[in-house]
C-alpha cells in the first residue's frame, strides 16, 4: 500500500483479492461508463463477465485501486498479452526500437481503467495508471480505448501513441489501439 501526496491510497490487489471487491470496482465501473450505458457492451453485468471469466485467470492478472477515505476512487487493471507479435508489428511503425526486440518479446495489455466521475480532474487517474504500469517487467504496453473516448488525449499526454484499430470481440465496438514503451 502507497499513500501518495494526493493523499490516495494504492493497493495492488491480484485476481482473487480483485473480485472480492466486486461492488466497490462495479460501483466505479457504472458511474465511469454512464454515457454509454445504452451500448450493451458497456453494461456493468458484461464488464464484470469479462473481468472475471476473461481477465482474472490470466496468470499476473494485477488491479490497482485508488482509495480516499475508505472508498475506491478509481482502478486500473491488466494482464501480460497472449499476442505479442500483433502489437510488436504495429508499434514498430511508431516505437522504431521495437524492432531492435524480439518480435515474441512480451507485451502487457492495460485493460481497463476507470475513475468515479466525482474524482475526475484531481491528478488520480494519472497516480493509478502510473502506479499500475511501474512495476511492470513488460518493455511495452498496449491499450484499446473507445473511438471518440476524449480519454485519448489524456493517454497520448502520457506517452501513449496510436497504432491502429482493433474489434477485439464480435459484439464489441472499434476501439483504437495505442501502444507506450515502459521504462
Known sequence: MITDDAGLKL????AA?????????????????LPQQDNPWYSPAKFWERLEDLYAPIPDFELV???????MVGYAFGTPYRRPQDVRNKAV???????AEPVDAPVY????????????????????????????????AYLLVRVGNPARSMYESWGWRGIGQDQPFS????????AKQLD
Not at 11 to 14: K, P, Q
Not at 65 to 71: E, I, L, T, Y
Not at 112 to 136: C, K, M, T, W
Request: proline letters at 4%; aromatic letters at 10%; a negative charge.
Open 171 to 178: 459484439d464489441s465496438p472499434v476501439m483504437d489501439e495505442m
Open 109 to 140: 495489455i492495460f485493460r481497463e481503467f476507470a475513475v468515479h466521475p466525482d474524482h475526475q480532474g484531481q491528478g488520480y487517474a494519472r497516480i493509478i495508471h502510473n502506479a499500475l504500469l511501474s512495476e511492470r517487467p513488460e518493455r511495452l
Open 17 to 33: 483479492e480483485t473480485l472480492r471487491h466486486a461492488e466497490e470496482i462495479q460501483a466505479v465501473y457504472l458511474a465511469a461508463h
Open 93 to 99: 511503425h511508431v516505437f522504431a526500437e521495437v524492432a
Open 11 to 14: 493497493v495492488r490487489y491480484d
Open 65 to 71: 485501486a485508488g482509495w480516499r477515505d475508505d472508498r
